[in-house]
């Protein structure tokens, strides 16, 4: 052990009847201890809700869309396999311009990031109703043998799912059907605004479907608004003959859908376009990186307050140990020497802070994510447990930004201590 160690832990471990110094030192790593385990759960809570959030959206939506300038367009297997087709390297999936959305995990399919599945897809804005009343629906056409490979609209709770719809059938929101008062197995019907001209005007085009499924996503403005019919039901409803309004599709990994669908765009080329995930929730998700980013300095205020404490407690031992650092500097210790011991002693308080707080705050994630003890209110949150994501590097971040903080609060009573003259702080009054 070198000089300046062994002197900074006598100074902090084997100190007698100073209990006020004490005190303070105990402040200042109950304190650090407090603010790195609050930021370890926090920042886990945190982005465990954005993962889960993730989850439920790409759920009951695609990871890119394609659609056409011209509007509805015809179907074929030549569009498909050359979308297909595309991926991207491992050598763009390292660049961190794409790692704004991931949360640290590596890509699961190796060296490549490519579409996995496609589906075609027609979109209608019309009104269900039923006996006890109508509600305004976005109506999604469907593929049943296709769609299951890139939808996964959360739990279909009662009826069919997705893939075994048929002609005739409607699977409906849970709420939307609330509102409309309908439930499975009852007879709705949908009305189109365009419908057919006649002598006496223009009557809305109207179809009966017989309810088969329920769906409960979790997410309370999409099961408010989405309905599914076959893909050829939607056709003949709004006359597309063979043609769709846009391809659905999911990728091997979501964190990529900029880079893919960029690619898919230029693998097309015009008339053709692409939209990701990203773009379609960019407000809602920079809003949760917001949050989490302003919780972490918030929360490192905490930290900061207890690096304060380590300059008090220094500045204390400092004017303690004055006639030390001066025995010491007449036997040979240079300043920077007691500069050194001074930094090790408040480093050395920041460290077993940290220590603590990191196993305190990574045991309390793993025993919430164990035992999900603490309830939320589904409703507003999509979830009733409080989601749990401990990223590694955000536990690392943490860890040194503590370690930083408290070595920055060492410095001013360090140099105090390394500016005491042997001559003033030995003279006898």
Known sequence: ???????????????????????????????????????????????????????????????????????????????????????????????PLYDLFSTGRKNAYGNKAGVKAITPMCFIQGLLSSKGGMSGAVIRGIDPETIRGVLNPGNIVFGKELRQLRHGEIIVGKELLRSIRASVGDTIEIALPSGVPTPF??????????????????????????????????????????????????????????????????????????????GMSKSLFSALRLEKAAMFVVLTLIVMVAAFNIVSALVMLVMEKREDIAILKAMGATDGQILRIFIYTGTTIGIIGTVL?????????????????????????????????????????????????????????????????????????
């Open 1 to 95: 052990m070198s000089f300046e160690w062994f002197v900074a832990l006598r100074y902090l471990f084997f100190r007698r009847n100073k209990g006020f110094i004490s005190l303070i030192t105990f402040i200042s790593m109950a304190g650090i201890f407090v603010g790195v385990m609050a930021l370890i759960v926090v920042i886990s809570v945190m982005a465990g809700f954005q993962e889960h959030l993730k989850e439920k959206f790409l759920g009951i939506n695609a990871h890119i869309i394609v659609k056409n300038y011209k509007g509805n367009f015809k179907d074929s297997p030549y569009l498909r396999n050359k979308i297909l087709s595309v991926n991207v390297s491992s050598d763009a999936l390292l660049s």
């Open 201 to 278: 005007g223009m009557i809305p085009k109207i179809r009966a479907y017989k309810v088969v499924g329920e769906i409960s996503s979790g997410m309370y403005d999409y099961d408010a608004s989405c309905a599914f019919i076959t893909i050829k039901d939607a056709q003949m409803l709004i006359g597309l003959k063979d043609n769709i309004h846009a391809y659905e599709i999911r990728i091997t990994d979501p964190d990529y859908s900029d880079m893919l669908a960029v690619k898919i765009r230029e693998a097309l080329s015009y008339p053709y376009w692409t939209m990701d995930w990203k």
């Open 357 to 429: 707080g990191v196993i305190g705050g990574v045991g309390l994630c793993m025993f919430l994510s164990r035992y999900p003890l603490i309830k939320i209110p589904k409703e507003v949150y999509f979830t009733d447990t409080l989601p749990i994501l401990l990223d590694p590097k955000d536990v690392v971040i943490i860890a040194i930004s503590a370690l930083f903080l408290s070595f920055i609060a060492t410095i001013y009573p360090a140099k105090q201590a390394s500016r005491v003259s042997p001559s003033e702080a030995l003279r006898i009054g």
